[in-house]
């Protein structure tokens, strides 16, 4: 029997034990680094009609996978075959499949977006399994993003918490140059590192809560880090938070699960960050 | 000949006498105007925003779960703009001369000019809504060059510079949406336009969730829906981007303009196997410091690193040594197709160049020593501080490299080739951005104006963003202040009904099909057909034969192709379907373009037409105009041409030696 992973469930901790257990390599080069190889695999995906349905498990076996193949790549060689035999593909939310727009959002083996560190589903590559594994895949599980079918969940909570407040109110046309306001280069590049965050929900997946702050403090501290941020700075925050409750997302206890998984490696010190101005608006407000 | 209703007076003053005259509409009747922009990128989301802002009644619309998800998010290098904060001698009139020539002189001046000279503001309102660009220690921004132009005007965000511009378009918009000015349509896909005695006044769209259609109507429709480079099945763009929506008002009268420019990225990672979905940039800034070589010898079978220095070919620095690594993409490519060709490619494949960092390493790692006071640094040292010197700039773009090959690009030289990125054609529009069908209006990748033959570097952001935030506000002013008197057509109305059933024959058409190759596997042979024959070079007789083959392509679709599902679902399968059903369309028609252009101009290179040292040779007396296709019937079509004067820039033959 293999050991219980320490630390509380969900937590990186957590997270770094379950890893070992299932020899799962962060590094993209896996054990096996440049050698190509092919693989049998058995995989149990979540299968579900649409959000009015009850869902289940099916197991597909699939031959002959390439390790040079993404993972993705992997569910297309799946779904053709799936439709030469008559059945219905598998559905699943992707597009730019470079990493960058946030759309692919599988539970892989328990984790979002898979085994490898900081690496959306898209590009994760077969060379992260061996042959004869079993893979189980698995939407977003949250009661605020609701499924649509088989992989595919509604995040659009996420648009609506940018509507209560993450943005700076500038009409086009009212801006004044460009380098009219110098920037701190440390604030400027840790607005971008928060700035980063393509909006994907792995952090909402594998929070225990369904916590969404990691995504809401992220915008608070990318806007509240810059000059021209500063104007609606308290606003900001306290409509924001106030949404994500709206929306049906937990509370934020700090198993710091989020970071551990997110694919843009945003940091927690947002959620830091947000808390602080969270107090300091309320704290602060005339109202 | 087409009419560009390019505004008369001087280049340099065009747009501030069009801005001074044209038509407004008052605040009040800007409240009862409806208007729909459909695709929520840099242009849809930038237009949207902005007209909402102004008060119009918007609807917007896009296929993705979340208008964050539009294609630009995946544009990596930068945004030019003619701010010369660098002093190194920029100004608008280089901007403009530099995107004129690096188009190979196919582009309009006055539009070009326009997009020079807006393209500073583009800047202030990005930083002013908190695009975090990079930054100097001073606070101020930072800068960077990109291929055809020897200044740093280029604008960046680490290599996610679309990501954070898209961002800030996006935020601008969820803004108008939570004031109500905009209403936001996730998960709509457009599948026609609706065309009332002569002027466009709605749209027919699928409820992907659903899958029913719905009808919406406005005054006015902007397509922003990006460009069709999936037609050549593998190419950097996402899976989801397609032609459909710009295809379907072209079959509703709207000309299709050059649709044979299109563009092949140089710097793209190669193909693994059969099993490839898309291919993979890897941002022309990393030809800033990266240089590109291949062995001297043909079929070297060496390792990169085994290979010395004198027996590597740097060859863009050979052939052209005034740009070097830098020169525009069109050039790159076809050296790069040049060298695979004669043998000297690199890899298993031998369809790969190398982009070696090496150099790059060791000068960054020698300023640092410099910097931190290292005395006699050892190699190593060097090694090491020029490595985080490069992880800064470049380290996103290093790790997806990683990720997707397997190999270690701080250790070994990536392996790169091209790969189609971008289409410069599209939809025919005039300087006011309107199709040649009145009301409907194409920004962005979706139509075809500012970037000729051949797109440079870090100007889609730019083209995207100037025609959403700074130039449809004002030209759609110009249409609708005519229309006030005119209220919004019902959606009851016959050619709401007429179009809705011809949307749905179609849908039902392909669903009975229930033949038995799938949607994907048409889709890989069209890509095949159109890389092979229409790719990088081409020749009248391949272009024929594709011509013939995308014919029978298009028969056997409608024949045997099988679509799992059913129609009042969420079916992935048949949203493909359509758009892989309109690319065979559009194949045949970029393949008859490509054929009608007897010259080499840009992307479009004609085997037939080159100087003696392999360069594209333009045929200026034939063919210096715009090819508008107008749709007549199944496999017809009649042109239409506007002819391009050059009033400010001499067209000569593109040299960057």
Known sequence: MPPTPKGEFGSSTYFREYSKYFKIKNSPLGDRGMEHYTMNLTLKVWRQKNAQSKGRFETYEVKDISSEMSFLEMFDVLNERLIHEGKEPIAFDHDCREGICGTCSMYINGRPHGPWHATTTCQLHMRAFRDGDTIIVEPWRAKAFPVIKDLIVDRGAFDRIIQAGGFISVNTGSAVDGNAIPIEKENADKAFAAAACIGCGACVAACKNSSALLFVAAKVAHLSLLPQGDPERKTRVLAMIEQMDKEGFGSCSFTQACEAVCPKEISITNISRLKREYMFAGLAADK | MLDSKIPEGPLNEKWTNYKGHCKLVNPANKRRMEIIVVGTGLAGASAAASLGELGYNVKAFCFQDSPRRAHSIAAQGGINAAKNYQNDGDSVYRLFYDTIKGGDYRSREGNVHRLAEVSVNIIDQCVAQGV???????????????????????????????????????????????????????????????????????????NLVSGKLERYSGHAVVLCTGGYGNVFYLSTNAMGCNVTAIWKAHKQGAYFGNPCFTQIHPTCIPVTGDHQSKLTLMSESLRNDGRIWVPQKQGDTRKANEIPEEERDYYLERRYPAFGNLVPRDVASRAAKERCDAGYGVGTSKQAVYLDYADAISRYGKIECGKLQIENPTAEEIRH???????????????????????????????????????????????????????????????????????????????????????????IGNYLADEIRNAIVSTTHEAFNESEKKVSDRINQLMNIKGSQSVESFHKRLGKIMWEKCGMARNAQGLQEAITEIKGLKEEFWRDVRIPGEINELNPELDKAQRVADFIELGELICIDALNRNESAGGHFREEYQTPDGEALRQDDQYMYVAAWEYKSDHEWELHKEELKYEEVKPSQRSYK
């Open chain 2, 132 to 206: 975090p660009f990079a930054r100097e220690y001073s606070g101020l921004l930072s800068n960077r060059s990109f291929g055809g132009t020897q200044v740093q005007r280029t604008f960046y965000a680490a290599g996610q510079t679309g990501q954070q511009l898209l961002i800030g378009a996006y935020q601008a918009l969820e803004r108008q949406a939570a004031l109500g000015n905009v209403k936001m349509y996730s998960r709509h896909e457009m599948l026609d336009i609706v065309n009332i005695d002569g002027k466009c006044r709605g749209i027919i769209v699928r």
């Open chain 2, 385 to 475: 501080h020029g490595i985080e010197v490069v992880k800064e700039k470049y380290g996103n773009l290093f790790d997806m490299y990683e990720k997707i090959t397997g190999e270690n690009p701080y250790q070994v030289p990536m392996r790169i080739y091209p790969a189609v990125h971008y289409t410069m054609g599209g939809l025919w529009v005039d300087y006011e951005l309107m199709s040649n069908v009145k009301g409907l209006y194409v920004l962005g990748e979706a139509n075809f104006s500012d970037h000729g033959a051949n797109r440079l570097g870090a100007s889609a952001l730019m083209q995207g963003l100037a025609d959403g935030y700074f130039v449809i506000p004002y030209t």
